[in-house]
């Protein structure tokens, strides 16, 4: 029996990391794919606007719509009107301007569209123009459900942008459906740009330190805008030392751990073919702790109301750490 989705209200659960490579992506591509199963109405957004891929994994058989995104700007020079006095070039911070032969040359991949340039320039020979920040796309994957995704320019750098409007796209494209994202590693702009606003974060970590730590600075991420979260360890019989840190940390924390994934190897592969990995490998002990991850978040889903409640999260300022040198 298919979920229907209650009134018209949005449920975003966002899969988040810190950390690359733990298997975030792997978790989100399986956890679209159970939850298309029992939803009728769900979309996925692959927030990892640097480096997408679910569109690879999720098998997107058509492409039907695009969105060119235009928010960047660029200086522009033209050199019959250029005298060569060097001022721009003092002016530009980013060292995007040289002179050459007499004329300047500006390099639009490190130009930020400041625009300081264009107000030194003697001669008015710099102007700005905008140019594509990125490109977002809606596809329909095999699975039956909307998958929204993007990519950048070479050079341009308004991922949190983007992921924005990709958010914004979704919500205004399919009112009232729930909404599954990607977000990208790190605790960066693409990651703040998918957190805002969203229901619920699911962490995934590995037993290493490196997640561990990072693990640590995504909670603090989520604390800051009022975000309850839930985590998944995956890889958990690797390292049980890490696997019981990390345990911990998230009882003293109060976040709700719903599953513990083993390793397996054959997950590189269904990545290089690619396809989700619960599709390849049904029998696979991962595939068992993939599922039951799934379950829990659709028990948390049914039972939102009441669950929003007992784990509410109170807002608290992030107060970064100045490392004086």
Known sequence: MRLMRFCDMVFEVVVAS????????????????????????????????????????????????????????VAKVNADKCVGCGLCENACTNRAIKLVSGKCVINKYLCEGCGACVLVCPKKAIELYEVISGIVKVGLTEFGFPLITASLPPGRANTGKIVTEERNLARERFKGFTIVTDAA??????????????????????????????????????????IPSVLAINKYDLDQYMTDKILKFAEEEGIGVLALIPYDSN??????????????????????????????????????????????????????????P
């Open 18 to 73: 810190g950390k690359g490579g733990v298997g975030k992506s792997t978790i989100a591509s399986s956890l679209a794919v159970i939850m298309g199963k029992e939803l009728s109405n769900l979309v996925v957004i692959d927030a990892d606007v640097d480096a997408p891929n679910l569109h690879l994994m999720l098998n997107v058989r058509e492409w039907v719509d695009e969105l060119v995104i235009r928010s960047a700007r």
């Open 185 to 226: 590693a790190g605790i960066g702009c693409q990651v703040i740009a998918s957190l805002v606003g969203a229901d619920l974060a699911l962490l995934v970590a590995e037993p290493t330190p490196t997640s561990f730590n990072d693990l640590k600075r995504i909670h603090r991420l989520t604390k800051h805008f009022g």
């Open 267 to 324: 997950i590189p592969l269904s990545m290089a073919r690619p396809t989700p990995f619960i599709i390849q490998y049904p029998e696979s002990k991962a595939t068992g702790g993939l599922i039951k991850l799934c379950t829990e978040i659709l028990k948390i889903l049914r039972n939102w109301d009441s669950w929003r409640r007992e784990h509410r999260v109170k807002p608290i300022p992030y107060i970064p750490k100045v490392i004086k």
